[in-house]
């Protein structure tokens, strides 16, 4: 099976055309780099995602701080991990790049903020 | 009335990168302008991640590329930031108004770099017709609201066009719970980066409509819903291809328009379809010593290119000083 | 059974009519309430006129409306100067293309003047190129009348609710009359906040005025709503005509006007539309198509990319004249209704009307001595110069925090509006301008949010755009 991408992994965008055969890609065409084919093996066999949201700060600065996890996480888990990050207080101050909340739904990925907040 | 060497205003990724460049191109007098309480301008509340891959090389939130700036404006003491400032007038000999709290300031500067951003374009603009309630934002206020704020403007929501905050605030109001239940983009294409309609509308099973248009806002105290149209290739509509969509918010994403309402009362030369300073090289304007850089000097679709150019205009602005004597 | 007080006199609506006879009531010692069922006063017609007060053309001969229009031209610069509103004798010229038109130039002109309109001229094409030099050039005469101007029609509204409030007049908000009953002598009156009482009731329910009226058996007229649709323009366009600008009128209107506004931006419009729908305040691609093409008719120059707002107004029209009189059927029962244009500019000709008729059907009206007839003029930043707003920050830090960009309105102007009764977000537009601008609210709304919040102290999340149902966000994460 034949299927179109496009590869996001820099601003060019190119038209990826992969072959597929039993969820593994044999074929990769159309990439203008190497970054091409790697994404499109990662996109079909086991897409992932850099999750981003924010959490609620209580006394802070800040109403809200922002934060990211530390590695992308499977696509299909990301609603699941948006509504715990959702549940998730901060009280005290905290630093960009410090982590809040460790192995997120037992997916060995962590939760960082990503900006001061005093 | 006070004198300085250099008046930035705005520190957003423009103004931030232009002071930074201005510092190290010689300049030791610079004030820093910014009208908000914090540095880090737009970027603060763009907590998504697409920042900096070509100029840091990694992928950053908005946040973490502005923190990388702040922490080196606040390193340069000949860098004096003033917040919650707000520039409202700006004379030709780069004579500068602000108000804060408690003080209206004036200063005459000999160089003046406006990096005021963008402004986002309006359903006004776009003469989008129907009713006025509530529930219609722009994406970027509701980007503030969601991400700043805390506030969830609404639960099921029709995106009007395909920019890139509207694409992203896609994904926002999803992983908060609510339901987005169409982009609506009137051009064959996205505007937005590809990168935005895969992660942000694809992998959510977003219904995107190219070439559609709004025909209709409905609702008396809250949106209740859209009407939608198919337009042909010269963007009249089709007939007989209206169809409606129930919703409670209608998010507009049509593009920005760069905010230099204080240059045109200095008198500089602006283009009137692109609210653009006309000038014959980059970041420059007709009244020399007068430079903007960023979003206000043209509308850029990375920040990274921003910071880029900015850059240059904190070197041409220090160039500009010296050349005074 | 708690009793429930009787007032002497109850009006039904607190747009400018009910406004202006408030306020002229509170001159006298009576017991007065207002009621209003929209969260703030001049939520309904009011708040989509353009502000112009009209000299006094155009009316039919020997008609009320054109009486009263004339007499409010001269009361409403009293009332300016008293309540500190900011009203500018901007002069309108109706302009003709052709020889015929002058002819009907003529005629207007001659009609005006037995009416006792002052200052009329018909100008030629040299004092048209001279004084308004972004007019077509193909208008060839015009019928100068210098005593037209404009205000802000929603300010005018809150000086006057203001002012009558302070002179002890009542009102009650969010109140919808559901029933009237008649008890012979004087008025029950059934609402969605209870009951009241009241010897004298008056009408002025603009677009609901002949279902208010036939609450107590009156029902010999019939409100048709004829909506108008209007485009505001940047305020950098502010300088784009000098004067009002009006084509020569048709039957059902005064066509499609330029027309300057108290506030700077330029307004393009209306569209004269009957409808039957009394709540439908849309907008549609025709009416822009028609506006623009009257607009540039006049102003050739006016471009697309200029409009930064457009809303539709329902002018409350009932046959050809206003309909004010007291009802012999329903004593004590005075009819204040199909006040559409000049409405604005009669309204405080019709408030001493109103008090004539009642004085005349036996209601004591004696002044009080105690009569505040002043109000202090409310600050706005973005009609005052620098060196003013630089004295104002010295006194008060809020001035220099600035919360709108486009407008240039500050927190304490916010603050104002808020202790001067703004209770939703348009209440606070309407009142300061913030939100008015190009950016539409974009950078303003949520420090306005905020601001409100607090000083009512009402949860964000019950923050309205304009009463009730009209909430601006469905949720909030909480800190719990």
């Known amino acids: 099976m034949i299927k179109k991408i496009t590869c996001i992994e820099c601003p060019q965008g190119c038209a990826l055309s992969v ?90 990925v962590n939760l960082i903020v990503t900006r001061d907040c005093s | 009335m006070c004198e300085k060497d250099l008046v930035i205003v705005g520190a957003g990724p423009a103004g931030m990168a232009a002071a930074i460049s201005a510092y190290e191109s010689g300049v030791r007098d610079i004030l820093l302008l910014e009208r908000d309480q914090y540095l880090g301008g737009i970027l603060n509340q763009c907590i998504h991640t697409g920042f900096g891959l070509t100029y840091f090389k990694e992928n950053l939130t908005g946040p973490e590329y502005a923190h990388r700036f702040i922490k080196k404006i606040n390193a340069i003491k000949e860098i004096e930031v003033s917040l919650k400032s707000f520039a409202v007038h700006l004379t030709n000999e780069n004579v500068l108004t602000y108000i804060k709290p408690g003080a209206l300031e004036k200063i005459k500067a000999k160089a003046v770099i406006m990096a005021t951003g963008a402004r986002e374009r309006t359903r006004e603009m776009v003469h989008i017709p129907g009713t006025r309630p509530a529930g219609i934002f722009s994406a970027g206020l509701a980007q503030k609201l969601i991400n700043i704020e805390g506030l969830l403007p609404g639960r099921e929501v029709v995106i009007i066009g395909s920019g890139d905050i509207g694409l992203i605030m896609a994904r926002r109001f999803i992983l908060e719970g609510a339901k987005v239940k169409a982009v609506i983009e009137i051009q064959k294409q996205s505007r937005g980066l590809t990168r935005n309609v895969v992660q942000c509308v694809e992998d959510f099973g977003v219904p995107f409509y190219l070439s559609h248009r709004i025909a209709k806002i409905h609702g008396k105290n809250r949106v209740e819903k859209v009407d939608v149209v198919r337009v042909d290739e010269h963007l009249h509509e089709v007939a007989d291809s209206m169809f409606s969509i129930e919703c409670d918010t209608v998010l507009i994403s049509v593009g920005l328009i ?20 006309v000038a014959q090289e980059i970041n420059k304007t007709s009244i020399p010593g007068l430079f903007v850089c960023g979003n206000s000097f043209k509308i850029y679709d990375l920040v990274d290119s921003v910071s880029k150019d900015s850059i240059h205009a904190g070197y041409q602005a220090a160039e500009y000083i010296r050349g005074l004597g | 059974m708690k009793s429930v007080p009787v007032f002497d006199v109850l009006v039904i609506g607190a747009g400018v009519v009910g406004a202006a006879i408030a306020r002229e009531l509170s001159r006298y010692k009576l017991s007065i309430a207002v009621l209003e069922k929209e969260e703030e006063p001049a939520f309904g017609v009011s708040k989509s006129n353009s502000g112009i007060i009209h000299p006094g053309t155009q009316n039919p001969a020997g008609s009320l409306k054109g009486r009263l229009c004339l007499e409010g031209n001269i009361l409403i610069r009293e009332i300016s100067r008293e309540l500190g509103l900011d009203f500018k004798e901007a002069g309108e010229l109706i302009v003709a293309f ?173 569209t004269a539309e009957e409808v039957e729908d009394k709540e439908d305040f849309s907008t549609t691609e025709e009416g822009l198509k028609k506006v623009f093409e009257g607009a540039r008719k006049l102003v050739p120059s006016i471009s697309q990319d200029d409009i930064i707002a457009y809303f539709s107004g329902l002018r409350p029209a009932s046959g050809d004249d206003f309909i004010i009189r007291y009802e012999d059927k329903a004593p004590g029962f005075i009819n204040v209704a199909g006040i559409q244009s000049p409405g604005l500019t009669a309204a405080p000709a019709i408030a001493k009307m109103v008090c004539g008729i009642l004085r005349e059907k036996g209601l004591q009206l004696e002044k009080k001595e105690d009569f505040i007839c002043e109000r202090e003029k409310p600050i706005h930043l973005f009609n005052i110069s620098l060196s003013e707003t630089e004295k104002l920050i010295k006194q008060d830090a809020g001035y220099g925090d600035i919360v709108c960009r486009c407008e240039m309105v500050s927190a304490k102007e916010v603050q104002d509006a808020i202790t001067a009764g703004a209770r939703t977000m348009d209440g606070i537009k309407f009142r300061t301008r913030a939100q008015s601008g190009r ?42």
Not at chain 1, 81 to 99: C, L, N, P, T
Not at chain 3, 441 to 469: N, W
């Open chain 1, 19 to 108: 072959d597929i055969e039993n969820c593994r890609v044999v074929k990769v065409a159309g990439e203008k780099c190497p970054k091409g084919k790697d994404y499109a093996i990662s996109e079909v066999e086991n897409p992932q995602r850099i999750l981003t949201s924010a959490v609620i700060g209580v006394g802070l600065s800040l109403k809200m701080i922002p934060v990211r996890t530390d590695k992308p996480i499977p696509k299909e888990r990301i609603l699941e991990a948006a509504g715990e990050i959702r549940k998730i207080k901060v009280a005290r101050a905290v630093k960009s790049g410090e982590i809040i909340a460790t192995n997120i739904l037992g997916l060995r």
């Open chain 2, 258 to 277: 760069p905010e230099n309402e204080l240059i045109e009362m200095a008198g500089a030369v602006i283009d009137k379809k692109t609210n653009t300073p």
């Open chain 3, 98 to 270: 052709t020889q015929d038109e002058i002819q009907r130039l003529l005629t207007i002109k001659s009609e005006a003047e037995t009416l006792g309109v002052p200052g009329l001229k018909i100008v030629d094409m040299a004092w048209l190129r001279e004084n308004e030099p972004n007019l077509n050039p193909e208008a060839i005469a015009a019928l100068y009348a210098p005593s037209a101007g404009v205000i802000s029609p929603y300010r005018l509204v809150y000086a006057l609710c203001e002012n009558a409030l302070k002179n002890g007049a009542e009102f009650y908000t969010q109140t919808k009359v559901e029933n009237i009953i008649f008890t012979k002598p004087g008025f029950e009156i059934q609402t969605s906040k209870g009951m009241f009482k009241a010897r004298y009731v008056i009408n002025a329910a603009g677009l609901y005025a002949d279902e208010t009226s036939a609450m107590v058996g009156i029902n010999d007229f019939r409100i048709a709503p004829r909506k108008g649709q209007e485009f505001i323009l940047d305020n950098k366009k502010e300088n784009l005509t000098n004067h009002l600008i009006f084509p020569l009128p048709s039957k059902v209107s005064k066509g499609i006007l330029v027309i300057k506004t108290a506030d700077g931006n330029p307004m393009i419009g209306p």
């Open chain 3, 439 to 480: 950016c539409h609210g974009s950078f303003c709304t949520t420090r306005l949010m905020k601001i409100l919040s607090e000083k009512t102290k009402t949860p964000l999340t019950a923050i309205t755009k304009s009463g009730k149902g009209s909430e601006i966000v469905k949720g909030e994460r909480v800190s719990l």
